[in-house]
């Protein structure tokens, strides 16, 4: 299942709701654990030596999707950070998230602002826990499986004949204040879904 230099996009990825618990984890590792690995990494089976990562950040209003979301006034200043990362033999990537964060809650931190920081060892998870916020739920639904757009399509480098996975994360802290917001775009011919629900005793 690994890729062949020069492909669009050929790797495939299993991802769990289990990783959740596995990043947050690891936000309170020391940084050199922090570096070895991450989330994209513990998906896909590869090292970081084999990844290539982009982000990019920019600040937008709420609309009122987003708004609802987090359950503040639309027009309110979010930061918003696309997030792309690719098997170096590749040139597709595995997804393409477009995270949220209310920038008057993290700009106690001006490092949480600048996208040169990234990679961030730790995730999200440890650039929260920076400004004293700690991730409590984190809900995921899958909000559309559909063909995608001429664009996606060339972005993911996906065929004509299948569809894109289009996910919303809504992470929460421990007062059950919204915290993170996150739409991500999974190509559906390469991208395992997986959801673990564990069960107390009776």
Not at 69 to 85: I, N, S
């Amino acid at each position: 299942m690994s890729g062949t230099r020069g492909t669009r996009g050929t790797r495939r990825v299993w991802r769990s709701n289990e990783r959740h618990q596995w990043e947050k984890d690891r936000a309170c590792r020391p940084l050199p654990v922090r570096e070895r690995t991450g989330v994209t990494e513990r998906d896909t089976g590869l090292d970081v030596d084999d990844l290539v990562f982009s982000a990019t950040y920019r600040e937008r209003a709420a609309d009122d999707d987003l708004a609802a979301a987090f359950g503040v006034p639309p027009g309110t200043p979010l930061l918003e950070r696309v997030y792309r990362t690719r098997y170096e033999r590749e040139d597709a990537p595995f997804d393409v998230s477009h995270s949220y964060l209310v920038r008057e809650h993290v700009a106690a931190n001006p490092a949480l602002l600048d996208e040169a920081n990234e990679p961030w060892p730790g995730g999200t998870s440890h650039q929260l826990r920076t400004v004293g916020i700690e991730v409590a739920r984190v809900v995921e639904r899958i909000t559309a499986a559909r063909p995608p757009t001429e664009g996606e399509a060339r972005m993911l480098g996906m065929g004509p004949d299948t569809a894109v996975i289009v996910l919303r994360k809504t992470c929460q802290d421990t007062t059950g204040r919204v915290v993170e917001v996150a739409d991500v775009l999974l190509p559906g011919d390469r991208t395992e879904l997986t959801f673990v629900t564990p069960l107390e005793s009776w």
